[in-house]
């Protein structure tokens, strides 16, 4: 329950909480109906927050949760409001700053949206007025600023629960796609090898050559990891996993064609150029994670 976390609280460490757990302080109720159970060093602050917190939960107030919780006690967020979480994904032009989102696919109460950069994007917006919890991968650090940046807006209009740090703190660490295939999630077999630089390819296809099966193939390969988030979510949370099976019927249709063919090379000068762009990144910042580059601009600007 969402009641056990304690490690937001002034004055909580794992050791304190282990000690307030053996003094049959479980949850914030207990420490409301039972203060004489609480050191009376920490009974004010803890009391004082445990009040705060069951008020937040009567309200509902997700917000209050994802803002305050540790990030050892999120997956509890998961656990208490799951059933009101939409998941959501972006593709851009690259990992510069200025580079623009092209698509942005969102899994909100069992129905699949896409949203394409020149069509239709801006709709987005609408959608995050109906969401109670918006969940991503690695959101905070990339997808949310560049959601804010695009559409000229100051904060989400909903909470935002970050996957990637939840996965962290069980255990779970590395990208999206090595931590779903750990659990036995796969991509359907047209996407397996698909990655952020081919998204970018099929991109500059779309918009060139106003490829449909590019446009496609971009549209599922990001939709493909919206709905891997579910079941990454259930897991987080203890909750038995979703049928993926039943996920991908949701996914715009397979593209015919082989999709390295659409970045206009063979296939084994996409595998080489693809090698050679992984190389120089890790020979550079090593893990060529979007944080390291966006970090190691800012120090040299």
Known sequence: MI????????GLGPARVLML?????????????????????????????????????????ISFFTERLHPADRHLILLEYGDKASYFDIETTGLEYDDRITVIACWHQGQLHTFVEGENLDDFLDLLDEIELLVSFNGSTFDVPRVLDTFHIPELPCPHLDLRWACHHRGLTGGLK??????????????????????????????????????QLLLRYCAA???????????????????????????????????????????????????????VLSAMFGPASPLKLRTRRRRSG
């Open 178 to 215: 090595h931590i779903t295939g750990k659990l036995g999630l796969h991509r359907p077999s047209d996407l397996h090898d698909a990655d952020g630089a081919l998204a970018v390819e099929l991109w500059q296809q779309w918009e060139q050559t106003s490829s449909e099966e590019a446009r």
């Open 21 to 61: 757990q053996q003094l049959g302080v479980r949850s914030w109720q207990e420490a409301v109906d039972y203060p004489e159970r609480v050191p009376d060093s920490l009974r004010f602050q803890i009391l004082q927050e445990c009040h705060a917190c069951l008020d937040a939960r009567k309200l509902k107030d």
């Open 225 to 279: 990891d919206v709905l891997l988030l579910q079941p990454l979510a259930e897991h987080i949370a203890d909750k038995p996993m979703s049928d993926l099976n039943q996920l991908w019927q949701h996914l715009p249709a397979a593209v015919e064609q082989d999709y390295l063919s659409l970045s206009g090379s063979a296939p084994d000068s996409v595998s080489s150029s693809s090698d050679v762009r992984k190389q």
């Open 3 to 10: 009641s056990t976390a304690w490690m937001h609280m002034k």
